[in-house]
C-alpha cells in the first residue's frame, strides 16, 4: 500500500468528513470495504461524518456501520438538510447541537448554527466538533466533489464552508475542471479513498502523533531561533492542572534548560529560605543527535503542547498535555527515528532534590521528599515503532504531600484509570475540557486579534497556575518557575483572585481558603506584635508564617527589606479579597459562614494597630503602602482605607447591638484618610505632599525602575511612585473614596507613576477605562499583554507573571466593561477604546455564565439564568437568556 | 602553537615594558599560551610600527597583542587595536600602581551592557580563562538606557534577573554577577579597583570617532589594570 500526499502523510486527524460518492458505492451493493475503515475510526476515537445528497435509508442501508464508540458516526443526508447520529440501533434523526442560536442550552453543549440548507449538516457537525475542542484544523474531509468555497452546491457536492476554512480537504474525484487553491486532489477514486482512510487508522494504531490545529487566534508559537527566548518559552509554554504543573521545556537534556514540575502549596525549606519543592521530570527522553531548530506551539484552545523538529528527515515530535478532567494526570507522546529517540526511564529526579524510586504493580514510581513534604509519581510508558519512526506514549499520575511524604501507592488508581482510557481518550477529554472552559470564558476583540489572543493566553495560564479546589497557595510567579520562591504575596488576593473568581468561582474559593487555613498563624503574628486579631503575612507560604527575606538587592545595591515588617495593608487585602469572592460569585452565606473569623480578626487587628491621638483622630503609623518607593510612612492613604473599610465590613458581620461593632464603626470614622475634598486628592501619606514634586517626564519614560535608576534615597525624596497606591482605593473599594475623586487623583498621580511594578500596567489601564480614557487603558493594556509574552521584565524565564495576567483581565472586566458587583446586580459601564469596535466577554459571574458583546451604541447580555443587570446607571434589567440593552448615555 | 604577543617598545621606560612583558606572560598563563616577544626598535615610524605589529597579530595562533596603552590617537596602540582581529591588551602606560611585573591573573572583569555582540565577543576569552580557574567577575551597569522596567520586589528581583542575565551573556559556570548603577566607564574601573580584578574584557566595536567607544577609552584611561579589547562581530543587517 502507498503512502498518501506529503500534506496527509504525518497528520492524524480527530474527524474525517466523507463524501458519500466518493466511495463509489452503487444503489442496493454492499459498501463493506469503507464499512470497515469506518467502523476502525469510530473504535480508535474519530468522529464521522458521511455527507451524502441521498435518503438517510439509501446510505444506512449500505454503509451500515453500528459503532460503538468511542468515536461518533454523522449521517448527513438528502443534500445536507437532514443529520442522523447513528448509534447502535441505527441513524436517530437530530441535530446534534440545538439550533436556537443561544450558546447555553439547556444541556451545556454548544449552540449557534444558522438556518438548515444545503450545509446545514456539515455547519452542524463542524459547530459539534468545535463544541468537543476539535477546530477544523484537525478535520480531514474526502471527497470527489465539492462545492465552490463559500458558495451553493449542486446534489452531491460537499460544501466548503468557512468553517472548515482550516480543514485538510483532498479530492479523491476526476476534477476535470481543476480543484479550488486550498483542496489537495489526488485522484484515485474509491481505492484513493480507502487509502487515505487506512493511513489514518494506521496512524492510530502505531500511537503516532496527533494533530495540533495550527489556529492563529488560539496558539502560542515558538521557534527557537532566538536562543535567549528558549527559557523564556519554558515557562510560557507552561501546562498545568489541579495545582500541578509542568514547564514547557523540551524533553531532551540542553544546557541552561530548566525543566520543573511544582505543585501548589508543596514547600520546602525553613523561614524565608521556603520555597516551592521540585518533583520529578516526567517529560525528559534522550536525543541523539540532538534536535535541531524546532517549532512550539501552545494551543491554548485545547491544552496541548506541541513541537516539531524543522528540517529533519526523521524529526522529533512531541505532543503534552496535563489532564484538566483529572488532576494530577499528565500525558505526552513522541516520535523520532529509530535509534535518534531513547526513552529511558519514564520519571526522572529533579536537578536540586533528593529523590527515591521503585516499582509498584509494574509501573516505576519516584518521589522526591524533603522529610516533611513530598511529590511522588507513577508513570507508565510503552515504546513503539512504525517504519522507521519509533514512537513513545507516557502517561503519569502525581500525588502530594504538602506536610507529609507521599505515598506512591496514592497515584496508582489515577494512572490505570488514565492507562485503561489510553492516551488519544486522555486527549479527546481534554479538547472537550478546554473547550467547555472556553465557552463560559473568552475574549473576542473585532480587530484586534493579537490583543485577543494575548487575553486568551493570561486567562490560559491563570487556569494552569490556579487549580486547587481544596485550598490554592498561588505564588507570585505561580507554578510556571522558581522565582519568588512560590511564596504568596497580595497578588493573589488583589491580582488573581478577582479575575479566577470570574474564570472559575471554586478555584478563587480555595484562594481564600488558603488564607482561611492559616488564620491561626496570622492570630500568632499580631499577638507576638503585642496586638489583637489576626496579622496576615506580607510574603506566605507553607504554613502562613511570615517568610519575607529581610535584605534584598536594588540592582546591585544591599538593601534592608522591610515589607515584612511594614506592608500591613496584606491584612485588610485578604480581607477584601473574601468579601470580593462572595460578592462577585453570589456566595451569600460565605461570609456570615466560614469567612466571618477572617474578616472579625483582621478586623481586631486594624483596631488594635490604630494610634488615636489627643484629638480624637487614628492613625496608623509606620507603614509601606503599594507604593514601596516610600517606606515607614504614616497614614499611608492605601492602608488607612483599607483599614477602615475592613472595620466597617466585619462591624456588619456582628450584631447591631454589639459593642465591639460600634467601636470598630467609631473608629473607622476617626481614621484619618489624607483626603481633601477640595482638590479631591488623597495624600498618599503624610508629608508625601512636601517631597519634591518630581515628575516621570523628567525622569525617563515609563515603565521604568525608577528606584534603580535615581537609587532608593534619591526616589523616595519625591514624589515619584512605583505603582499605584492612593489609585488602589479607587480599584478595590471605590464606595470609600471621595465621589468623583478617581479622575482628580489619576491626574495628580498617573504623571508620578513609574510602572516599575509588574502589578502596575494592568490596574492602571483598568483606572484609566474606567476614568473614561479607555485610549489611554489601552496602551498601558498592551504594556500588561506583552510583559511576559515579550518578556519585558527579563525575568519571565523564572516564571510567570499572574497578578499581571489577573489584571489584563480585570482591566477587560472591570475597565472596559465596566462590570463590577452591587447588591447582587451586574453593573455594566463600558468603554470602548477608539482602536475597538466591539468587545465580547464571557465570564462567570453571581453564579450565573454570562455573555456579553459590547458595542457604542448597544450591549447584548446573554445570561443561563436570571441575572440583575444595570447598565450605564440606567433601569434595572432582570435578564434571563439573550437581552439587547442599547446604549442610553453615551 | 597558541600564544601572545608581547609588543615591547625599545623606546619605552622600561617599567612599562616590564609591565608589558609581565602582562603578556601572565596573560600566556592564563590562557594556556606560549609568550612571543616582538620589539619595536627606537625610533621606528609610528605607522610603521603599527603596520608590524598589526602583521604580527595576523600569524595564526596569535590569542591576543599586549602593547602599551596611549591617548587615542590616529596611530599607535589604538590603531592597532582598531585595525586587529585579534584581541588586544592595552597595558596602563606608565603602570599606575605597583603592580608586581609577573603577576599572574586570577580574577578577570566581564563588563557586558547586555548586547548579544558583546556578550559573543567575550564568550570565547572568558571560556579560556575559566579552563585555568581564573575567577570571572561579570559587571552590569545600570543607566538609563540599560535599566530594567520593572524592579518588583528588592527580595527576590536580583536573584531572578540576574540569573537570567548570566543565561543569555556570560555561559560559563560559576561566574560572578555584580550590578551598578551610573555611567558605565566610571563603574567598571571602580569595580575593578574594588574586586581587584587583574584584568579588565571588552568587547567593542573599534570605532572611536567622536561619541563612539566613550565607555572604552574611558576604562583604558582610567583602569589601573590592563584591558583587553575583543573586536565585536558586525551586526547583522540593518542596525536598528
Known sequence: MGEPDGRLRDRTFEAVVIGWYATGVPRGASAVPVRRRVEALCAAGVDVAVMSGEDVGAVDGRLHVRPRGPGRLWLGASGGTELYEVRGDGPRPGWPIAGSGDDFSPDGRYAGIGPVDGAGSMRAVFAYLAGRGIGAGLVLIVADRFGPPGGAVAHGEIPLIPEAGRATAVSVGPEPGGVAPNLLHLGGGPAELLRVLDHQVRRRRHLRIPAVDDDPAWTI????????????????????????????????????????????????????GQRLLPGPRWTGFAL??????????????????AREERGHDSPVRTVRLACVTRPGVVAMRAEAGVGRLRAGPPLQPPADGRSTTGRLSGHRWTRVTDGHAGIAAVAAQRVGRDGGVRTLERIAAYTAGPARPPVPRDALAALEAAERLGFDRLLAEQRAAWAARWRAVDIRIPGDPAAQLAVRFALFQLWNNVGRYD???????????????????????????????????????????????????????????????????????????????????????????????????????????AVHYARWSGDRAFLAGPARPLLVETARYWASRCRVDDGGRAHIDGVIGPDEYHEAVADNA???????????????????????????????????????????????????????????????????????????ERVAATQIIKQPDVLMLHHLVPEETGAGSLEANLDFYGPRTAHGSSLSPAITACLLARAGRPDEALKLLRVALALDLEDLTGTTAAGLHLATFGGVWQALLAGF????????????????????????????????????????????????????VRLDAGDLRHVTGPAHLPRQSR | MRHVLAVVDDAAVPVTAAAVTGTAEAAAEALQADVREVHLPAGAETGDASAAVLRELERPGTLAGVLAGAAVSPAGPWHVARHSATPVILVPAPPRTAVAPHAAISRVLLPLDGSPEAAAAVTGAAGLFARTGVDLVVLHVFDEATVPRFWDQAAHAR?????????????????????RRGGAGEQVVDVAAAEHVDLIVLGWSQRVEEGRARTVRRIVADADVPVMLIPVAPRQGPSP
Open chain 1, 221 to 272: 508559537r515558538e521557534t527557537g531561533a532566538d536562543p535567549s527566548r528558549h527559557r523564556v518559552a519554558e515557562a510560557l509554554l507552561t501546562l498545568g492542572s489541579g495545582g500541578l504543573a509542568t514547564r514547557g521545556s523540551v524533553e531532551e537534556p540542553v544546557a541552561k534548560s530548566v525543566p520543573m514540575v511544582l505543585v501548589s502549596g508543596v514547600y520546602t525549606g525553613s523561614g524565608a
Open chain 1, 288 to 305: 541523539r543527535p540532538p534536535a535541531g531548530e524546532d517549532l512550539r506551539m501552545l494551543d491554548l484552545r485545547t491544552g496541548v503542547l
Open chain 1, 471 to 577: 485550598e490554592a497557595a498561588v505564588g507570585a510567579r505561580g507554578l510556571s518557575g522558581g522565582a519568588y520562591a512560590g511564596h504568596v504575596f497580595w497578588d493573589a488576593d488583589v491580582f488573581v483572585l478577582p479575575a479566577v473568581v470570574s474564570m472559575d468561582p471554586a478555584a478563587a474559593r480555595a484562594m481564600v481558603a488558603y488564607r482561611l487555613h492559616r488564620l491561626t498563624a496570622a492570630r500568632a503574628r499580631a499577638a507576638a506584635s503585642g496586638r489583637a486579631g489576626a496579622r496576615f503575612p506580607w510574603e506566605s507560604a507553607a504554613t502562613g508564617e511570615d517568610v519575607t527575606p529581610v535584605s534584598g538587592h536594588l540592582g546591585g545595591e544591599a538593601v534592608p527589606v522591610r515589607t515584612g515588617q511594614l506592608e500591613e495593608h496584606i491584612t485588610a487585602d485578604v480581607a477584601w479579597a
Open chain 1, 638 to 712: 492605601f492602608t488607612n482605607v483599607m483599614a477602615r473599610w475592613n472595620l466597617r465590613r466585619a462591624a456588619g458581620l456582628l450584631d447591631p447591638g454589639c459593642a465591639e461593632g460600634r467601636r470598630w464603626r467609631a473608629l473607622a470614622d476617626r481614621l484619618v484618610d489624607g483626603y481633601d475634598p477640595v482638590s479631591g486628592r488623597y495624600e498618599q501619606f503624610a508629608g508625601y505632599f512636601r517631597r519634591e514634586p518630581l515628575t516621570m517626564a523628567e525622569v525617563a519614560a515609563p515603565p521604568v525602575a525608577a528606584d534603580l535608576l535615581l537609587g532608593r
Open chain 1, 817 to 868: 466593561a465596566g462590570a463590577r458587583v452591587r447588591d447582587g446586580t451586574l453593573l455594566l459601564d463600558p468603554r470602548l477604546p477608539t482602536a475597538w469596535e466591539g468587545l465580547g466577554l464571557r465570564f462567570r459571574c453571581l453564579g450565573r455564565r454570562v455573555r456579553l458583546d459590547i458595542t457604542r451604541e448597544a450591549v447584548d447580555v446573554r445570561t443561563d439564568g436570571p441575572l440583575r
Open chain 2, 159 to 179: 536573584q531572578a534577573w540576574a540569573q537570567e542575565f548570566l543565561a543569555r551573556h556570560c555561559a560559563q559556570p560559576g561566574v560572578r554577577m555584580e550590578l
